[in-house]
């Protein structure tokens, strides 16, 4: 049986990971590193002890030894399997053949991405099959609690403004303040004048940054130019939604036919009517071949970016 779940909802519903009742092969699909590690650290340990090994050891002979052809010398124990992906397609089928058993056993198969191999575990009936959804940049707020809880605190309103305001909304960053404050506070006494020099600031909303845009675009460029890091996935990201951003710019009809429209759909109408269709498609290009740059980790893709604002 196949399900998906945003991280928050999955952990609601099975706080355990796994059912340590329920025997048999379980594979999970979890891009984020970090949110495989909370998963794998919630797992039964005790009632369910596991030997760990890499997908690319998994073949037909080791399964063999394992269930197959016990001998007096075979381990027993429940098998965890990383990087799943890396499993031949034909061991994957071996363990779908309705006459494998598993008998009181775990096989527990982390993907960190998909495959043929997860796709045919999916469709099989005889597995438990899951796949953790990546958090959307707007779930920010619930990620950000989601992260509290996995660590068993609750900052204040205040505290977590600053945080949602200044780092991006991933399980690193988030990860990574929880840590941060930890060694350096105690629950109860974050004093938010002392926290802004542990933190600086790495999170720049999109939104806002379209208003800047709207604006002007030397300040936009001037403003995304700011990030002391090179994470290309974040401009990749950026670009993207500037395209589609710019897209909708070009044809605000549906938009202005609202009854009741938002302060976004407010700025696309006034953009519509201030820029011609020549800044606008000239704007689309630019932000297409920026993320292209991006995609390929392309340092030229900065001083693309600095041309802008000479």
């Known amino acids: 049986m196949h399900s998906k779940f945003m991280p928050w909802d999955f952990f609601l519903k099975f706080p355990t990971t796994i059912d340590p009742k329920k025997p048999g092969l379980y594979a999970f699909l979890i891009t984020d590193p970090y949110l495989e590690r909370i998963l794998l650290d919630r797992l039964p340990k005790k009632e369910i002890p596991t030997s760990l090994y ?28 990383m990087n799943a992906e890396a499993i031949p397609t034909p061991v994957i089928s071996m363990l779908l053949d309705d006459t494998f058993d598993f008998g009181e056993r ?30 959307k940049f707007w779930d920010g707020p619930k990620l950000w609690q989601f992260c509290q809880k996995v660590r068993n605190v609750n900052y204040s ?15 690193e960053s988030f990860l990574w303040a929880l840590d941060m ?27 806002s940054l379209v208003d800047i845009f709207h604006q002007s675009p030397r300040k936009f460029f001037e403003e995304i130019l700011k990030k002391d890091d090179l994470d290309y996935e974040w401009f990749r990201g950026l670009f993207s939604f500037m395209q589609g951003h ?10 202005k036919m609202k009854p009741k429209p938002s302060k976004y ?29 991006a995609k390929s980790n392309d340092y030229f893709l900065f001083n693309n970016l600095r041309l802008k604002i000479l």
């Open 54 to 81: 890499s997908g690319s050891e998994i073949t037909k002979d080791f399964l063999e030894e394992h269930f197959l052809n016990l001998s007096f010398f075979s381990e027993l124990d429940h098998l965890q399997i």
């Open 106 to 135: 775990f096989i527990i198969l982390n993907f960190t991405k998909s495959s043929k191999g997860f796709s045919e575990l999916s469709k099989n009936k005889k597995t438990h099959t899951f796949e953790l959804e990546e958090v």
């Open 265 to 293: 759909d407010l700025a696309l109408i006034s953009m519509s009517e201030n820029w011609t269709h020549e800044q606008i498609h000239s704007s689309i290009k630019f932000f297409s071949e920026c993320e292209i740059l």
């Open 181 to 207: 404050i930890e060694q350096n506070f105690t629950e109860s006494d974050v004093q938010l004048n002392e926290l802004k020099l542990f933190i600086k600031k790495e999170r720049w909303d999109y939104f």
């Open 157 to 171: 309103s205040e505290v977590t403004r600053f945080i949602l305001e200044n780092l991006e909304h991933k399980f």
């Open 246 to 255: 710019l897209a909708k710019v070009l044809s605000p009809e549906e938009i």
